[in-house]
């Protein structure tokens, strides 16, 4: 099955700063998706980024299909954005389970 | 748009005894559904596929007989933990596929905590 290596683990900021999370994948995927899991369990969808570059605010994300890798990128980082970052590819679409990296824990100091 | 949810949030049981936990699609269909596992700290792990009317489909270690899962309508599937046991204990997640629009996105229920005594 697919493999997905996420970078880096744990990532401390202080408060106003910006963070690159980068995945990486072992094969082709065809849904890949970014979440943030918030103190209860709660996966929040972020992006769903095959291919190509999306922003959503101070979120914006990049995959790189044909290189297996997808970056996060969190500007003017806020602490309310601590917490879980997961990524999560799936190689058939929409009827295949999604596989998940095992995370990146982000604290933003005030 | 795009809503799962899961009943109950949390749920307390003693070891033999069984439960059963609900994930609906409130504003969509969906024709498939996937279910998850958390344990504390770690990531989550694909437990099974469940397809409206017919068989689920269980990833390589997962007991299908120790979770049964139902899908049997295009809003509901459920999952079954027979005779819990201690090591059952968990964070169970939901995730549902809308089959129109984006259809290869999945959106996820807010989550099960099992707790076997």
């Known amino acids: 099955g697919i493999q997905v290596e996420q970078s880096p683990p744990d990532l401390i900021l202080q408060e106003g700063a910006n963070s690159t999370l980068r995945c990486n994948f072992s094969?082709?995927?065809?849904?890949l998706q970014w979440f943030h899991q918030n103190p209860w369990g709660q996966l929040i969808n972020l992006f769903y980024i095959p291919s190509g570059t999306k922003q959503n605010g101070r979120l914006s994300a990049t995959t790189v299909a044909t290189e297996r890798y997808s970056l996060l990128y969190i500007s003017s980082s806020q602490t309310t954005d601590s917490g879980v970052y997961f990524c999560?590819?799936?190689?058939?679409?929409?009827?295949?389970?999604?596989?998940f990296g095992k995370g990146t824990h982000l604290i933003i100091q005030p | 748009g795009a809503v799962v949810s899961q009943h109950p949030s949390w749920v307390i049981c003693k070891s033999g005894t069984s439960v059963k936990i609900e994930c609906r699609s409130l504003?969509?269909?969906?024709?498939?559904m996937f279910w998850y596992r958390q344990f504390p700290k770690q990531s989550l792990m694909l437990m099974a596929t469940s397809n409206e009317g017919s068989k689920a489909t269980y990833e390589q270690g997962v007991e299908k007989d120790k979770f049964l899962i139902n899908h049997a309508s295009l809003t509901l599937s459920t999952l079954t933990v027979t005779s819990a046991h201690p090591e059952d204990s968990s964070f169970y997640i939901c995730?549902?596929?809308?089959?129109?629009?984006?259809?290869?996105?999945?959106?996820f229920g807010p989550g099960t905590r099992l707790t076997v005594t």
């Open positions: 094969d082709s995927v065809n849904n």
């Open positions: 999560a590819g799936g190689g058939r679409g929409g009827a295949d389970g999604l596989t």
């Open positions: 995730s549902a596929t809308t089959p129109s629009g984006r259809a290869l996105e999945q959106y």
């Open positions: 504003d969509f269909q969906a024709t498939t």
